[in-house]
């Protein structure tokens, strides 16, 4: 299978709104021509893009990982036939695996970043890239000594509306762009925050690999609010304006 044909799976993975990374050359794939894929985190976005990853030619969803029980019960019924672990590290040691999706936790995406191209493997992952702009200098780093195409989602960049500005700006319909404004409003309910999500009642310590979950932040006992609702917390996110942002390697 050719290079374009691994890009243009990791670009349809992500229904258009993937921005490219890094294109580095890739070797050629296996005979039956078809790119197995696994998924890392198939929480809310992570089955949006599950959906997405079955829907393309060419290509077969064999595994995903997920701390949560719950989150690999639901996969499991959108891909019958695929393998769970709860343990991203197994994933990574399936030999036969091309591509890695990563839709974990903002907290947890460098080391799934970091893991899967020290694995060999493809990597389509979600913003926001990283957590901190330390985690951003190690995962540029990776790719550069790597030989793995690589990709960072960024929602709605390659939208119709966005390309038609690229294009309108380029043949000089707009004239001369001397000032660009740009916001983003939320509007949600007075004393509610954005994105504040029930907890499952069987979000229990037996059912999250809630170790995984913290990946190296201090050691507590299971709180499964901070598991479902992590975005609220700075310790695992970086708010709602960060979790939107743009990240891409210059």
Known sequence: MTDNTRRDFLKQAALGTA?????PTSPVLGAND???VGM?????RGQELLKQAISVPNSQLVAIADVYTRRRDEAKK?????????????????????????????????????????????????????WSIAEADQCLAAVKSSDRVVQ???????????????????DGIVGRVTQVNSWMSRNTP???????????????????????????????????Y??????LFWEFAGGNVAENGVHQFA
């Not at 954005?194 to 932040?217: E, H, I, K, M, Y």
């Open 19 to 23: 921005a490219f990374v890094a294109y």
């Open 34 to 36: 078809r790119i197995r």
């Open 40 to 44: 890392i985190g198939v929480g809310n």
């Open 78 to 130: 959108m891909a019958p036939g695929i393998q769970t672990f709860d343990d991203h590290r197994r994933l990574l040691d399936m030999k036969d695996l091309d591509a890695v999706i990563v839709a974990s936790p903002l907290h947890t995406h460098a080391r799934h970043f970091l893991d899967t191209l020290a694995a060999g493997k493809d990597l389509y992952s979600e913003k926001t890239m990283t």
């Open 152 to 170: 960072i989602g960024l929602q709605w960049e390659s939208a119709g509306a966005l390309a038609d500005a690229r294009k309108w700006i380029k």
């Open 190 to 224: 007075h004393g509610k925050g954005q994105w504040v999500r029930p907890v499952p009642s069987d979000c229990t310590a037996q059912n999250v690999n809630w170790t995984a979950f913290l990946n190296g932040r201090p050691d507590r006992p299971f709180d499964p």
């Open 226 to 231: 901070r598991l479902i609702n992590w975005r």
